[in-house]
C-alpha cells in the first residue's frame, strides 16, 4: 500500500473516531439533562434505555460508515490497479556526436473515435511500405545506417544490436524499435542464437 493510500486510510479512520467521540458527548449529556429527584425512578430507567438506544445508534451509524468507506477506498484502488502501463519503443537515433545512440521513449495514446473507453490508438503516421523481413542465424552487418525511418517489430528469433560505445540492446519480441540512426556511423546487426530472425519493417514516408 502506498503512503498515500494509507493516509488516506488513516483519515478515514480518524473521521470515524472524531465521530465516535462527538456521539459519545451526546450520550454523555443524558445524565446531565437528568430530571429532578422525584422522578429519579423513572429517570434512571427512561436515560438507561435512551442511553442504550443511542449507543447502538451510534455502533450502527459507524459501522454503515466504515463499510461504505472501505468499500470506496477499494473501489479506488481497483481502479488505480486498472491503469495501463506505459508502452514503450527503443529508438535508435543518430546524435550530434555522429554517433548512434538508444533511448526508450513512450508510445503515446489518443481515444478511437466512436468506440469503447477502453480502445485507444498512437498517433498516425504516414508509410510508403511495409512488408516482412527473415534473416538466417549468423546473419551480421558491420557499422551501417537505417536508410530510412521505420518502425521495426519482431516476430520471431532474436538479433542484437551494438551502437558505438559497445553498448547493446536485444532486438525480439514483444517490443518495438523505431530506426532513426540515417546519418553517422550507425550501428552493427546480428542475428543471435539458432532461429531465424523475422520482422515487420514499416517504412515511413519522407
Known amino acids: 500500500m502506498s503512503s498515500e493510500k494509507r493516509e488516506t486510510f488513516a483519515s478515514m479512520l480518524r473521521l470515524a473516531s472524531a465521530t465516535a467521540v462527538g456521539f459519545t458527548g451526546v450520550i454523555a449529556g443524558l445524565d446531565s439533562a437528568a430530571m429532578p429527584n ?12 435512551m442511553k442504550t438506544m443511542a449507543s447502538r445508534v451510534v455502533l450502527m451509524a459507524l459501522a454503515i460508515f466504515l463499510i461504505f468507506g472501505w468499500h470506496a477506498y477499494r473501489s479506488q484502488t481497483a481502479v488505480e490497479a486498472q491503469e495501463r502501463a506505459a508502452v514503450k519503443a527503443t529508438r535508435l537515433y ?7 545512440h538508444l533511448e526508450q521513449v513512450d508510445v503515446k495514446f489518443f ?16 508509410t ?4 516482412v523481413v527473415r534473416l538466417a542465424p ?12 521505420r518502425y521495426v517489430v519482431p516476430i520471431s528469433g532474436r538479433a542484437v544490436i ?3 560505445g ?5 532486438v525480439e519480441p ?10 553517422g556511423k550507425g550501428h552493427t546487426f546480428r542475428v543471435a542464437g539458432s532461429n531465424d530472425w523475422v520482422a515487420l519493417f514499416v517504412d515511413f514516408a519522407q
Open 174 to 183: 514483444g517490443r518495438i524499435y523505431l530506426a532513426e540512426d540515417l546519418t
Open 111 to 126: 481515444p478511437v473515435t466512436g468506440a469503447p473507453a477502453t480502445a485507444e490508438e498512437s498517433e498516425h503516421v504516414k
Open 166 to 170: 559497445g553498448e547493446k540492446i536485444s
Open 94 to 100: 543518430s546524435g550530434a556526436d555522429g554517433l548512434s
Open 138 to 149: 549468423g546473419f551480421f552487418e558491420d557499422w551501417h545506417n537505417a536508410d530510412v525511418r
Open 128 to 131: 510508403t511500405k511495409s512488408y
Open 162 to 164: 551494438e551502437v558505438a
Open 38 to 49: 422525584v422522578y429519579n425512578a423513572r429517570v434512571t430507567f427512561g436515560g438507561t434505555l
